[in-house]
């Protein structure tokens, strides 16, 4: 049989690397339940009409049929195909008109789950992927405290994952929208004038300030507005000197106010993060390319990885669930950790401390003792201690080696019989001393596999 060839852009880990992503699912977890969140998972699969009706994502789609199936009948015959949902968030909006009725409103929502996209697979781009999101939706009206609420959430849970430190990007659409608007420029964030130079402006990391000059230039706005652009977009400032930074820039709107406050909101309800760990800064260049967010945006980087773009994006909008009677206004934040920890794998920047969830290996004097062995095990277990019983009775220094080459740091010699005591050995240092397993624990530091920088031991 032919060895098989990975599919590229679908990956799969080795058990240690695996380690490291259960730790970041946990952690992750662990602070958006703190923080009062309630977990859903949606079905992997929606209407293509669903995922299309906002933004313009159609070649990244991944559409599913029965290969049985009827031309036109891809879900049981109601005309509309299906396709793998591309994010978490219009799933979500699904959900909550579908649901409305047996959810209580602001619904905070937790939700970690595989998501699919038919693009090119590159370093920290993948076609199947995780991503762990937290969202907040009411009805009718959504208060700006919630934005904030965002980037604090999601900046805890980062502060606390086994990642470089990051710098939280934030903006708000409504205040460049109102910013362009007093530049002169008209229609909204799809057509018009405005639409193209927020297009523009979001490509300023790709092709600079020069590039974003000539593609706003095509699209007909005067040097004036084209130097105002730029010059908003150049804005970073912590809460102290952002309302300065950007009134200095001479323009004024009232959709500019009103986006100003939002924003300093969010910047001012953030300070008490660590800031070694999460930097959180406005930075009016962001824009994010999905056309449903309506006012605060986020973007994440980590630092010395800021090649691998936003690890961590979102925002608010307004208007994306919609039952017809109702409108659910919501903000919510995304981490693609997928993105963010295989590129740090793959380098050996971060790493599990040993491969196996194993710290004990229960050694076997021979296959008539093995049912004590077991025994033993289980004893072990009850109090939390992931346990392995030896596969065969080999020699004692076999059975050593069988540890030493899994990572597992405890071997136990079960005492025979009544005379002989138990003794539990440290592979590492050689150490070995009598033990009871009905109270032996190894130190809190062997119990479960860490998660450490690459070049810790």
Same mark, same amino acid.
């Given at each position: 049989?032919?060895?098989?060839?990975?599919?590229?852009?679908?990956?799969?880990?080795?058990?240690?690397?695996?380690?490291? =992503?259960?730790?970041?699912?946990?952690?992750?977890?662990?602070?958006? =339940?703190?923080?009062?969140?309630?977990?859903?998972? /949606?079905?992997?699969?929606?209407?293509?009409?669903?995922?299309?009706?906002? @933004?313009?994502?159609?070649?990244?789609?991944?559409?599913? !049929?029965?290969?049985?199936?009827?031309?036109?009948?891809?879900?049981?015959?109601?005309?509309?195909?299906?396709?793998?949902?591309?994010?978490?968030?219009?799933?979500?909006?699904?959900?909550?008109?579908?649901?409305?009725?047996?959810?209580?409103?602001?619904?905070? #929502?937790?939700?970690?789950?595989?998501?699919?996209?038919?693009?090119?697979?590159?370093?920290?781009?993948? !076609?199947?992927?995780?991503?762990?999101?937290?969202?907040?939706?009411?009805?009718?009206?959504?208060?700006?405290?919630?934005?904030?609420?965002?980037?604090? $959430?999601?900046? =805890?849970?980062?502060?606390?994952?086994?990642?470089?430190?990051?710098?939280?990007?934030?903006?708000?659409?409504?205040?460049?929208?109102?910013?362009?608007?007093?530049?002169?420029?008209?229609?909204?964030?799809?057509?018009?004038?405005?639409?193209?130079?927020?297009?523009?402006?979001?490509?300023?990391?790709?092709?600079?300030?020069? @590039?974003?000059?000539?593609?706003?230039?095509?699209?007909?706005?005067?040097?004036?507005?084209?130097?105002?652009?730029? @010059?908003?977009?150049?804005?970073?400032?912590?809460?102290?000197?952002?309302?300065?930074?950007?009134?200095?820039?001479?323009?004024?709107?009232?959709?500019?106010?009103?986006?100003?406050?939002?924003?300093?909101?969010?910047?001012?309800?953030?300070?008490?993060?660590?800031?070694?760990? $999460?930097?959180?800064?406005?930075?009016?260049? $962001?824009?994010?390319?999905?056309?449903?967010?309506?006012?605060?945006?986020?973007?994440?980087?980590?630092? @010395?990885?800021?090649?691998?773009?936003?690890?961590?994006?979102?925002?608010?909008?307004?208007?994306?669930?919609?039952?017809?009677?109702?409108?659910?206004?919501?903000?919510?934040?995304?981490?693609?950790? /997928?993105?963010?920890?295989?590129?740090?794998?793959? !380098?050996?920047?971060? #790493?599990?401390?040993?491969? /196996?969830?194993?710290?004990? $290996?229960?050694?076997?004097?021979?296959?008539?003792? !093995?049912?004590?062995?077991?025994?033993?095990?289980?004893?072990?277990?009850?109090?939390?201690?992931?346990?392995?019983?030896?596969? /065969?009775?080999?020699?004692?220094?076999?059975?050593?080696?069988?540890?030493?080459?899994?990572?597992?740091?405890?071997?136990?010699?079960?005492?025979?019989?009544?005379?002989?005591?138990?003794?539990?050995?440290?592979?590492?240092?050689?150490?070995?001393?009598?033990?009871?397993?009905?109270?032996?624990?190894?130190?809190?530091?062997?119990?479960?596999?860490?998660?450490?920088?690459?070049?810790?031991?």
């Amino acid at each position: 049989m032919a060895r098989p060839t990975p599919l590229s852009g679908f990956p799969e880990l080795l058990p240690q690397a695996r380690l490291v =992503e259960q730790h970041v699912l946990d952690v992750l977890r662990e602070v958006f =339940e703190l923080h009062g969140f309630s977990s859903i998972e /949606t079905r992997a699969v929606e209407p293509l009409s669903v995922l299309l009706r906002k @933004g313009e994502i159609d070649k990244e789609v991944y559409g599913v !049929r029965r290969l049985q199936a009827d031309a036109g009948a891809a879900d049981g015959g109601s005309g509309d195909d299906l396709a793998l949902h591309f994010d978490l968030t219009v799933p979500f909006a699904r959900y909550v008109t579908e649901n409305a009725g047996h959810l209580q409103f602001p619904f905070r #929502r937790y939700q970690v789950q595989k998501v699919w996209r038919g693009e090119r697979p590159q370093e920290g781009r993948y !076609r199947e992927f995780t991503q762990a999101d937290i969202d907040v939706v009411d009805r009718g009206t959504l208060a700006v405290h919630h934005d904030a609420d965002m980037a604090r $959430v999601m900046g =805890e849970a980062l502060s606390r994952l086994p990642l470089p430190g990051v710098t939280l990007q934030v903006n708000n659409r409504r205040l460049v929208e109102g910013f362009y608007r007093g530049l002169g420029l008209e229609g909204d964030v799809l057509t018009g004038s405005i639409g193209a130079t927020m297009r523009a402006v979001d490509k300023l990391d790709k092709v600079g300030a020069r @590039g974003v000059a000539g593609l706003l230039a095509e699209a007909g706005l005067t040097q004036a507005q084209v130097d105002g652009a730029l @010059g908003l977009a150049q804005v970073r400032a912590g809460a102290d000197d952002l309302v300065a930074a950007v009134r200095d820039l001479g323009v004024s709107h009232e959709l500019l106010d009103q986006g100003l406050e939002e924003l300093l909101a969010v910047l001012t309800a953030v300070d008490d993060l660590p800031a070694d760990r $999460v930097a959180v800064v406005a930075d009016l260049s $962001v824009a994010r390319g999905l056309d449903y967010y309506t006012g605060t945006v986020y973007e994440t980087r980590m630092r @010395g990885w800021e090649s691998l773009g936003s690890i961590c994006s979102g925002g608010r909008y307004d208007s994306l669930a919609d039952d017809g009677r109702d409108v659910y206004p919501g903000v919510g934040i995304s981490l693609g950790v /997928t993105r963010a920890i295989i590129p740090l794998l793959a !380098r050996g920047a971060v #790493r599990a401390s040993r491969p /196996t969830p194993t710290a004990v $290996v229960v050694a076997v004097a021979d296959e008539a003792h !093995r049912r004590d062995a077991d025994r033993v095990a289980n004893q072990l277990r009850a109090r939390g201690v992931a346990v392995e019983v030896s596969p /065969t009775a080999a020699k004692f220094g076999k059975q050593i080696r069988f540890a030493d080459r899994r990572g597992v740091p405890f071997v136990w010699f079960p005492g025979l019989d009544a005379a002989d005591g138990h003794q539990v050995k440290d592979i590492r240092s050689g150490e070995q001393v009598p033990a009871d397993p009905a109270s032996w624990l190894p130190p809190a530091a062997d119990l479960r596999p860490s998660v450490v920088a690459g070049d810790q031991a």
